[in-house]
């Protein structure tokens, strides 16, 4: 049986749910199925609770740090029940020479702290005299050129942390286009970031305080976004689950898209998809657009759970590839928000895989946690052996 919908969206993660919200609020009459080849919507959020340690086994949060997010949290009523973790006031950690730096909050402080000698520190300065370069650079080359090599390792950080990527392949026009728009514009990436401060400065007196983002998340865990949003859908009506979506193919009104259950008419298409997942879809459209697959960065999370132990005060700690170490980082959960661990417990969870290393991602349970332990022991003062592991 064919069924008709003005659009069809296939992918019930949190893209395909937000585009569903945002047709139901703004063009109620307008027509639409969401189709999820699983039995839950959300993708890859999902959150747990174990022997009252809460964890995430997707995304662990996000930034407020631009208006949709803000006005999406406001609709779905959810902004009076998210719970945030400023990032003026939690500090971060990289593990630099086998040891935990952190990195103050502002400008000023990270030129005072001692994170990389003072006569690198004037070399970063040469930021202010050099061409902006030319190309499609990575963000290693990019980087070094700009800021000189001592301050590579915290770059790697920051996109180990970001993209749990490899800083020698992405671009930097790809993944910092604000960055890069500064070079072009101002000449110098301090330049531009100094105007721009003034600027929004001036704008935040008559608005508002300026202030940082903060790290957002829910009582319930970062599922609780993606249910909500799915509670105003009707099964069978514009939400079809277990509907593996199979082919789409152009039609003289609009488009066909079959699946395992049913085929739909629709004159708009939305793939909700990750990149390899709409790659098959996207082949069937224009032959000409890549069909192979793409390299993605996938990580796993260990979580750990400790009784009468504390955490630094912060958000965890990145570290960088030149460490050697087996994990990529570790964020302190219990720090982040209220109510992630029993009382007199703390949890945290450990990344490992990535870009560099997918084959970490293959090894045995048992040898995961083992390995992360290894990295734990050495960067943060716990008792041993923790009460919880997943």
């Known amino acids: 049986m064919t069924k008709y919908r003005d659009t069809i969206i296939i992918g019930a993660g949190l893209s395909g749910l937000v585009v569903a919200n945002k047709l139901s609020r703004t063009f109620p009459t307008h027509s639409f199925a969401l189709v999820e080849k699983d039995r839950t919507t959300g ?25 949709e997010s803000r006005d999406l949290l406001t609709q779905t009523g959810l902004d009076k029940e998210c719970v945030k973790a400023p990032l003026s006031t939690f500090v971060r950690y990289v593990c630099i020479g086998g040891k935990l730096q952190m990195i103050p909050q502002s400008p000023l402080k990270i ?23 030319g190309g499609e650079p990575t963000v290693a080359k990019w980087a070094d ?20 990527g490899d800083y020698n392949e ?3 026009d790809a993944v910092m286009p604000g960055v890069r728009a500064l070079e072009k514009q101002y000449g110098s990436v301090i330049r531009g970031a100094i105007v721009k401060a003034r600027l929004a400065k001036k704008q935040a007196t008559s608005v508002k305080k300026l202030e940082m983002p903060a790290m957002t998340s829910f009582p319930g865990g970062m599922q609780r976004l ?52 709409a790659l098959p879809f996207l082949g069937m459209l224009d032959s000409s657009l890549p069909s192979t697959h793409i390299p993605e960065a996938w990580i796993a999370t ?6 009468n132990a504390t955490l630094p005060p912060g958000f965890g700690f990145l570290i960088p590839e030149i460490e050697k170490r087996f994990t990529l980082g570790t964020l302190f959960s219990s720090n982040m928000f209220p109510n992630r661990a029993p009382e007199g417990h703390i949890v945290f969870e450990t990344l490992v895989g990535g870009r560099r290393h997918p084959e970490r991602l293959e090894i045995a349970d048992e040898e995961l946690i083992s390995h992360c332990l290894r990295d ?11 009460v919880y592991t997943k």
């Open 43 to 67: 993708g890859v959020i999902r959150s747990f609770v174990d022997g009252g340690f809460q964890a995430e086994y997707g995304p662990h949060g996000f930034l407020d740090n631009c208006q």
């Open 111 to 133: 030129i005072k702290a001692p994170l990389i000698p003072w006569r690198d520190k004037v070399k970063v300065l040469g930021d202010l005299f050099k061409k902006p370069l």
């Open 145 to 164: 050129y700009r800021f000189g090599k001592a301050l590579l390792p915290y770059v790697d950080a920051v996109f180990t942390g970001t993209y749990a």
């Open 170 to 172: 992405l671009k930097i």
């Open 226 to 277: 993606t249910d909500k949003l799915a509670e105003s859908l009707s099964p069978g009506e514009n939400l079809f689950l277990n509907t593996q979506a199979s082919g789409v193919t152009k039609t003289a009104s609009g488009w066909q898209v079959t699946s395992s259950t049913a085929s739909f008419n629709c004159r708009n298409i939305v793939l909700a998809l990750p990149l390899n997942q």
């Open 302 to 307: 260990v979580v750990f759970g400790y009784k």
């Open 376 to 386: 734990i022991g050495d960067l943060l003062d716990l008792p041993d052996p923790p």
